[in-house]
C-alpha cells in the first residue's frame, strides 16, 4: 500500500514514479523511492489517498532487514556479530567513492565515527540495492521502497479518499 495525496495519487497512476517528485515533503528515512507498506492503516498514516501496488512477477526484491543488526537495530558494521552480507554491502557502496569523498561517506556510515547516522546508513544501503539492480528495498513490513521506478507494478484505489478521486478523473477523462 502506498498512502498519499489524492492529487499524487492520480498522478502515480498517471505518469508512475516521477522521479523529482519522490522526497518532496520530507528526505525519507531510508533513502530515496517511493515508500510502499505491507499494512494498510501504516500507508494512511501518510495519506488518505492508499493505493494498492501489486509487483509484478520476477520483481527483485533487497532485504535489507538482512542487514540490521538483532541487538542493536542499526547495521553495526564493526561489531563481532555483524550481519551477513554486511562487508560485502559496505565495500561495493565504499568503492564508488574516492580521496576524501570517499573518507567522508565512510564516516557517515560506520557507527565508530563521530559524523554516523543511521538515517545516512540506512539510504547507502537503498542506494546501494538500486545500484546493484533490486526492484524494491525491505527494510521491515512497515517500510519497503521502490527504487526501480520502471517498474510495472499496477496501482489500484483502497481507500475511500481515493476511490472517489479516481472516479472523478476518470470521468472527467484525466485517467
Known amino acids: 500500500y502506498h498512502g498519499t495525496s489524492e492529487s499524487s495519487a492520480l498522478s502515480l497512476k498517471r505518469d508512475g514514479i516521477v522521479p523529482d517528485e519522490l522526497q518532496r515533503f520530507d528526505r ?14 501504516h500507508a494512511k498514516h501518510y495519506g488518505r489517498a492508499v493505493l494498492s501496488l ?17 541487538n ?11 550481519p ?16 576524501e569523498e570517499r573518507d567522508r ?15 545516512f546508513e540506512y539510504a547507502a544501503v537503498t542506494e546501494y540495492a538500486k545500484g546493484q539492480g533490486f526492484d524494491i528495498v525491505n527494510w521491515n513490513q512497515h ?27 476518470e470521468k472527467e477523462g484525466e485517467l
Open 28 to 41: 525519507g528515512y531510508y533513502g530515496v523511492g517511493l515508500y510502499v507498506s505491507e499494512s494498510f492503516l
Open 72 to 82: 542493536t537495530g542499526l547495521l553495526a558494521s564493526r561489531q563481532a556479530d555483524t
Open 54 to 70: 501489486t509487483m509484478p512477477v520476477g520483481t527483485r526484491e533487497f532485504a535489507a532487514s538482512g542487514l540490521v543488526n538483532a
Open 143 to 169: 517500510e519497503n521502497i521502490i527504487v526501480n521506478y520502471d517498474l510495472d507494478f499496477t496501482i489500484e484505489p483502497e481507500s475511500k479518499q481515493a476511490k472517489s478521486a479516481f472516479k472523478t478523473a
Open 84 to 99: 551477513s552480507g554486511y562487508d560485502e554491502f559496505y565495500s561495493t557502496y565504499l568503492s564508488q567513492f574516492s580521496g
Open 105 to 119: 561517506q565512510k564516516a557517515r556510515i560506520t557507527p565508530e565515527s563521530s559524523a554516523y547516522s543511521p538515517k
